[in-house]
């Protein structure tokens, strides 16, 4: 992946469902419009979880991909 200048990280790492959703939503609303955040999660639902919630809200999930056992996640603030 190459590298995105993110404007906020968010570590969920060792939280499961719904945690890691619920931890970014409360970053992601912390957020001015248009800044990146960068979510690295272990829970395997976050994957389903995540594309739902970018689907259904005005955040735009820019980059989702699996590296060792985290889930990482790039989300533009709607």
Do not use: W
């Not at 931890?23 to 912390?30: M, P, S």
């Not at 960068?38 to 809200?57: C, E, H, L, N, P």
Request: charged share 30%; aromatic share 8%.
């Amino acid at each position: 992946m190459p590298d995105i200048e993110v404007d906020e990280f968010l570590d969920a790492s060792g939280l499961n469902c719904p945690m890691p959703l619920l931890k970014t939503k409360q970053k992601l609303n912390q957020m001015l419009p248009g800044e990146l955040l960068k979510v690295i999660a272990t829970d395997g639902g976050s994957q389903r979880d995540f594309k739902a919630f970018t689907d259904q809200s005005d955040h735009e999930l820019i980059e989702m991909f699996t590296e060792g056992g985290d889930y990482i996640y790039v989300i533009r603030r709607g």
